[in-house]
């Protein structure tokens, strides 16, 4: 299993990161979450924790304005290669955020406020908290925050893997009044091969897929999507 940090940090790490999550939610179903819940069109967004940008692009074509940032330049990098040259790329923490009160009228953040659970074990917290803060003081009356997050990999039903996850999600919802939805977004390996390799890459062992007729390869994958709207003033 390569080591999430060594990820974050490895331009080459992060591309295969990358290859990894193209392959994720091959029926396009987060697509279909966002664009229902977000007038993108009309709206200056921001992706924060973007990584190598799986949730930024698929909202490039349709938002006003994107900005992305994360902390990890090699990830960014990854994303400047895919995205088009009119999206705004910042390296920034998410706990201290460089934009003003209310720049942005839809804030996502994919799969980036639980690693804390793991990298921060005794302050986990706190950081989560910080980092949904910073979220909600740069959205703008009337905008949507969504976060999203694992609810199981090679599973056949969605729940939060492990006991600070579940309650870190907690949080989300009980503190700051998100809503949980849960999505269908199975990965989809151009063969059995690619799916061994890929899924060997980053979860450490082989994930069981299901071969198709076509010779693909389905690996089931669940995912939470938090979602608030802030009050219009």
């Not at 980092?131 to 939060?160: C, D, H, N, W, Y």
Request: glycine share 8%; aromatic share 10%; with cysteine.
């Amino acid at each position: 299993m390569t080591e999430f940090r060594d990820i974050y940090a490895d331009v080459g790490l992060a591309r295969a990161y990358h290859e990894l999550v193209n392959c994720e939610d091959y029926q396009g179903n987060l697509a279909r979450y966002i664009h229902t819940h977000a007038d993108l069109e009309q709206s200056r967004v921001l992706d924060m924790g973007s990584g190598t940008g799986r949730v930024a692009a698929l909202m490039a074509a349709s938002c006003r304005e994107l900005t992305l940032c994360d902390r990890a330049p090699a990830m960014l990098a990854v994303a400047r290669e895919h995205l088009p040259t009119s999206v705004r790329i910042d390296i920034a923490d998410n706990t201290a955020l460089p934009y003003g009160a209310g720049a942005f009228d839809v804030v996502t953040a994919g799969w980036s406020f639980g690693h804390a659970t793991e990298w921060l074990p005794d302050i986990w917290q706190d950081n989560v908290r910080a980092a949904v803060r910073e979220m909600l003081r740069v959205l703008a009356p009337g905008g949507v925050a969504m976060i999203f997050e694992t609810l199981g990999s090679g599973v056949t039903q969605p729940a939060p893997p492990n006991a600070n996850l579940a309650a870190c999600y907690a949080l989300f919802e009980s503190e700051f009044g998100f809503t949980r939805t849960a999505i269908a977004t199975h990965y989809r390996f151009a063969s059995v091969a690619e799916a061994t390799r890929l899924t060997q890459f980053f979860f450490g062992f082989a994930m069981d897929s299901s071969a198709q007729a076509d010779g693909s390869a389905i690996v089931p994958e669940w995912t939470g999507a938090w979602q608030v709207r802030r009050a219009r003033v």
